[in-house]
């Protein structure tokens, strides 16, 4: 089954706005979560990542939430800008395992 | 800064044609990986390493292999390529649980 799963394809968002991406896992042993943003034909760059011994880790307009019983990490993106506009990457792992990445949600920010 | 590099950029390749893809990192990272990105997958990992002269099959492994001749290269071989493996491949190095670094990606077409 899938590990980690990024339930929406795409968002929209108007400019100046609060973006809100969303991950669910699979694995509670899970203890390393990030994103990652990718824009078309370029490779996928980390943006922020917390363990999980936080449930909380803000970074700039980024703000990571883990909710471990929930086996969900979000990430809010602030003031959103046109230039957010591309595809984010959700990915867990868990100490010596290779990482699982979702699908990747589309995210559009409008001017 | 961290540096992976891949190549070729982009490949045509026939089907039943051999296909050999390398990539390099100068991050001394023990972990090196191969993935394929297609719309509506995300990333999927076809093989690992753990070090040199390790490999181990990801999620995805058949009609890949791969090679780990030394800390700094990683190659993905595909004997005899299919329509079916054309894609955007993506290779990428790090340490267990932490930041992976990708390389820029390599094209492949297979007709």
């Known amino acids: 089954g899938q590990q980690v799963k990024q339930s929406s394809p795409s968002l929209t968002v108007q400019e100046g706005g609060i973006s809100i991406l969303n991950c669910d896992y699979e694995?509670?042993?899970?203890?390393?979560f990030a994103w990652y943003k990718k824009y078309p034909d370029n490779s996928p760059t980390l943006l922020i990542s917390v363990r999980s011994n936080v449930d909380k880790r803000e970074d700039g307009r980024l703000t990571v939430f883990l909710n471990k019983s929930g086996k969900h990490f979000s990430l809010h993106i602030t003031a959103s800008q046109p230039e957010d506009t591309a595809v984010y990457l959700c990915?867990?792992?868990?100490?010596?395992?290779?990482?699982?990445f979702g699908k990747g949600t589309s995210l559009t920010v409008i001017p | 800064e961290a540096a992976v590099t891949q190549s070729p950029r982009n490949k045509v390749a026939v089907t039943g044609g051999k296909v050999t893809l390398s990539c390099n990192q100068t991050?001394?990272?023990?972990?090196m990986y191969w993935y394929r990105q297609d719309t509506g997958h995300g990333l999927r990992l076809i093989h690992y390493?753990?070090?040199?002269?390790?490999?181990e099959k990801g999620d995805i492994p058949d009609g890949y292999k791969a090679s780990r001749p030394s800390q700094e290269n990683f190659s993905l071989i595909l004997e005899l390529a299919t329509p079916s493996q054309t894609s955007v491949y993506f290779c990428?190095?790090?340490?267990?649980?932490?930041?992976?670094?990708f390389g820029p990606g390599t094209r492949l077409t297979v007709l």
């Open positions: 694995n509670d042993m899970f203890d390393y």
């Open positions: 991050n001394n990272h023990n972990n």
């Open positions: 990915a867990a792992g868990a100490g010596y395992q290779n990482f699982y």
């Open positions: 990428a190095s790090g340490d267990w649980g932490d930041e992976q670094y």
């Open positions: 390493s753990y070090g040199a002269g390790s490999t």
